[in-house]
């Protein structure tokens, strides 16, 4: 490992320790946060993003397939969503088996203030950043994404996953630094 590396892996770390940055990036929708409208649901919040990218509605079948989730999951989600007001139930015009489900008007609220947070959010984040700059980091975030995608992390560790010791076995296994 070259020292410039070695330095970058340890500005990630601090970043990674900056419990504002993790918190900040964990209310991302979708990423599992307990902010933004998750109501502590991430099956939820997935749910509503779906809606929110598809102001015309989906079906249940749709919604299923987009989430890659069974039918009824869907079906248990979306009742807990009507019943909180967020979502709503609405007859198909063209099909009139099916029903097609879409953000109420309380559920695009919801969206629209948590959009309006993201945005300070990310402002205050990278606000100190110059537009170039910004660029510049979302291009080299994203290639070192799929460079770290197409890592072997059994190589990386220096073993295979299945080869670890269960977490309740203490010190066990490779040495911590």
């Not at 598809?54 to 019943?83: C, F, K, M, Q, Y």
């Not at 029903?99 to 402002?123: C, P």
Request: hydrophobic share 35%.
């Amino acid at each position: 490992m070259t020292d410039s590396s070695r330095d970058l892996l340890k500005c990630f770390g601090k970043l990674l320790q900056n419990r504002a940055f993790l918190m900040a990036v964990g209310h991302q929708a979708g990423m599992g946060g307990h902010g933004g409208p998750h109501s502590g649901n991430r099956g939820q919040g997935k749910l509503l993003k779906v809606l929110a990218q598809s102001p015309n509605g989906l079906t249940n079948a749709e919604i299923a397939e987009l989430l890659d989730i069974r039918p009824s999951s869907v079906s248990a989600t979306i009742s807990r969503l009507v019943d909180a007001g967020f979502v709503e139930r609405i007859p198909s015009p063209t099909d009139k088996r099916a029903v097609i489900v879409q953000l109420s008007e309380r559920g695009k609220e919801l969206f629209a203030q948590y959009d309006e947070h993201v945005d300070t959010t990310a402002d205050e984040l990278f606000g100190g950043l110059t537009p170039d700059e910004q660029a510049q980091l979302e291009h080299l975030l994203t290639k070192l994404t799929h460079q770290v995608a197409d890592l072997d992390w059994g190589d990386f560790m220096g073993h295979r996953p299945t080869d670890w010791p269960h977490r309740g076995m203490g010190g066990m296994g490779r040495p911590r630094f």
